[in-house]
Nanobody, 124 residues
Framework: QVQLVESGGGLVQAGGSLRLSCEAS????????MGWFRQAAGKEREFVIG????????DAVDSVKGRFTISRDNAKNTVYLQMNSLKPEDTAVYYC?????????????????WGKGTLVTVSS
């Protein structure tokens, strides 16, 4: 069992930055690929960015490439999402996700564990 707790959300102006953190419980953090999904009001949950369990490989949707960066610290059981040049369309609840295996899927259906989410609001 893995529990994920996100932090770092909030209100920011367009063009600003935020860093989200996700701390995982348990000793098996290194067995999981990690990622971030988001869900805007009235929309489905979508993949944003992910990192392999080794940390060597990342994947991101085109809309955040060059602006968002994912990193992980296996010693601290924590994954981070650095978001720069934020846009109003980035407004959503952001969910930390863990999937057992080497890489993370882009489909929410295959995620093994979810955090409860943290709200990011970008004002124009």
């Amino acid at each position: 069992q893995v529990q994920l707790v996100e932090s770092g959300g909030g209100l920011v102006q367009a063009g600003g930055s935020l860093r989200l953190s996700c701390e995982a419980s348990g000793r098996t953090f290194g067995w999981y690929a990690m990622g971030w999904f988001r869900q805007a009001a009235g929309k489905e949950r979508e993949f944003v960015i992910g990192m392999s369990r080794s940390g060597e490989n990342t994947d991101a949707v085109d809309s955040v490439k060059g602006r968002f960066t994912i990193s992980r610290d296996n010693a601290k059981n924590t994954v981070y999402l650095q978001m720069n040049s934020l846009k109003p369309e980035d407004t959503a609840v952001y969910y930390c996700a863990a999937q057992y295996g080497v890489v993370i899927t882009t489909s929410p259906k295959n995620i093994d564990y979810w955090g409860k989410g943290t709200l990011v609001t970008v004002s124009s």
